[in-house]
Structures are given as structure tokens and as C-alpha cells.
């Protein structure tokens, strides 16, 4: 009987240590390219979306937006889409972003990131499914790791934004080690 307990008892210990590891294993996060946009959407097509469990502030929120967008190029590459891949598809600039980063967290959960408002604000707004939404805080203190270190020194880029406020196109640029946003016309996307 005394080894019928023991065993029992480290079998319970065991499943408690694993899963109580689990809740703080490193997701793996996995940028969705351009070309892999449309397999993204239908495969999350019925997905009830959601920003919540995304609110806990952590370094990334309170830095400006066209730095985060440098940190996110160093770790992650270009963006899954940016305006230019947008706006000759029926798409009002009022409605653009500068960019969207989306990803898939461990083989499952989808999440998209994207500018607040160009360059003009601090942080990002966040987007994943409401049926992850207990592993979104991990998920956030990870991206959180890996732009605020070594791997997100700020790399250059080059995007466009337009304000639907200002009614005025930016360039918007990470550049020889400065940042910049400078008013343009609105370019031409081909």
C-alpha cells in the first residue's frame, strides 16, 4: 500500500510540475509571409477575435510605434502586409494601417499585431483569437523579450502611412540610425 501511495503521489506531483511548466514555456512564434496571407485567413475564417488579456503593459507599449516597427523588422523581417499592399485593393487610406505583423503561436493560435496611429503613437494594438486569450499574456511578455533584446537592435525600414486626421501621406523611415516620419504626396503603388 506505502508503494501504491508513493507512486500515486509522484504521478500527481509530475502531471501539477508539468503543467505548472507548460503555463511558462516559450510559445513559438512564427510570422505569416505575404504569400501566405490567404491560407491565414481562411484557415482562421470563423475565429472570434479579440484584444483582451493583451492589456498587461510591458516595455514595448510605451516605446514609440516607429521604433517598435524597427525592432519588429530586426527580429521578424518585413511585415505580413503594410498600406502599399493594400490600398489598390478597393481599400479607403482612411481605414490603413502602416503596418501588420500576423503570426501563428504554437501551430494554433493566430495573432496579428499593428500600428496604433503611423509613427504619432506609442505601442502596438494587438489581435488574437478569444479562445487563447489565457496564453496571450505569455505570448506578449515573449514578443516583449525578443524586441527589447539583442535580436531587436533597431533595423532599417521604409514605410508609408496616410492620416486620416491630417489628410497628409508620410514616408516613414528608420534610416543611417535615425528615425523619421516626413510629409510626401501621396506616392504611387504599383
Known amino acids: 500500500m506505502f508503494i501504491l501511495r508513493r507512486l500515486l503521489f509522484v504521478t500527481i506531483f509530475s502531471i501539477v510540475w508539468i503543467t505548472a511548466n507548460a503555463q511558462f514555456a ?6 505569416v509571409e505575404f504569400s501566405e496571407r490567404a491560407a491565414f485567413e481562411a484557415r482562421f475564417s470563423s475565429i472570434n477575435w479579440t484584444g483582451q488579456g493583451l492589456y498587461n503593459p510591458t ?5 514609440p510605434t516607429i521604433e517598435i516597427r524597427s525592432r519588429l ?10 498600406i502599399k499592399d493594400l490600398i489598390n485593393n478597393n481599400f479607403r487610406p ?3 494601417i502602416q503596418f501588420e505583423y ?8 493566430p495573432l496579428m499585431v499593428l500600428d496604433l496611429d503611423g509613427p504619432f503613437e506609442n505601442g502596438l494594438v494587438y489581435v488574437g483569437a478569444s479562445r487563447y486569450i489565457d496564453l496571450m499574456p505569455q ?21 508609408y502611412y496616410f492620416s486620416p486626421e491630417r489628410d497628409q501621406w508620410y514616408l516613414v523611415q528608420f534610416v543611417d540610425g535615425e528615425f523619421k516620419n516626413e510629409m510626401i504626396d501621396r506616392p504611387s503603388f504599383r
Open 94 to 96: 482612411g481605414k490603413a
Open 73 to 82: 523588422q530586426a527580429v521578424y523581417g518585413e511585415p505580413t502586409q503594410t
Open 139 to 159: 505570448v506578449k511578455r515573449t514578443l516583449n523579450r525578443q524586441l527589447m533584446g539583442d535580436e531587436g537592435s533597431p533595423a532599417e525600414y521604409s514605410d
Open 26 to 31: 516559450e510559445p513559438e512564434i512564427r510570422k
Open 59 to 63: 516595455t514595448i507599449d510605451r516605446i
Open 102 to 109: 500576423w503570426f501563428i503561436i504554437d501551430g494554433e493560435m
